[in-house]
């Protein structure tokens, strides 16, 4: 298995029956999240290497997990629909959450686990909401 092949987080919930997850669905994020009108999304992924690498995204590119840039990490990355939902849920309008690398780092071929990847996530959301009727 080649490094390109390494599975990642959004790969996992391509697989799954996640929220936003596979295409067949057709959720929109409005059909999801009806009461909101906006949404700001801002993850810093801090690598162990000390890199910083940014993320944007809005309420029309949103996505449910944001990929680990690690080459040597499986199924890694950290999920981003929990926080929103959990917002939304709550109606706050901002919040600031801090994610671990959900994927560990292994062998080329993947057979062996070296210890969890070490890479983590700052999210920065921002929701404004339509009015209440």
Known sequence: MSKQE???LSDRVQRGD?????????????????????LKVHVVEHTSDG???PYYYTDT?????VDCS?????GGGAWLQYDVHDMVRERRTDGVFHHACKGYEGSPKGHRRHG???????V??????????
């Open 70 to 74: 690690n080459p040597k990490c499986y």
């Open 51 to 53: 890199r910083e690498r």
């Open 61 to 65: 590119s949103f996505s449910a997990a």
């Open 18 to 38: 996640f929220v936003f997850s596979r295409p067949a669905r057709d959720q929109t994020f409005t059909d999801v999240f009806p009461t909101v009108a906006s």
């Open 124 to 133: 920065t959301v921002h929701i404004e909401y339509k009015p209440e009727p």
């Open 116 to 122: 969890p990847c070490h890479h983590h996530f700052d």
């Open 6 to 8: 390494r599975p990642k």
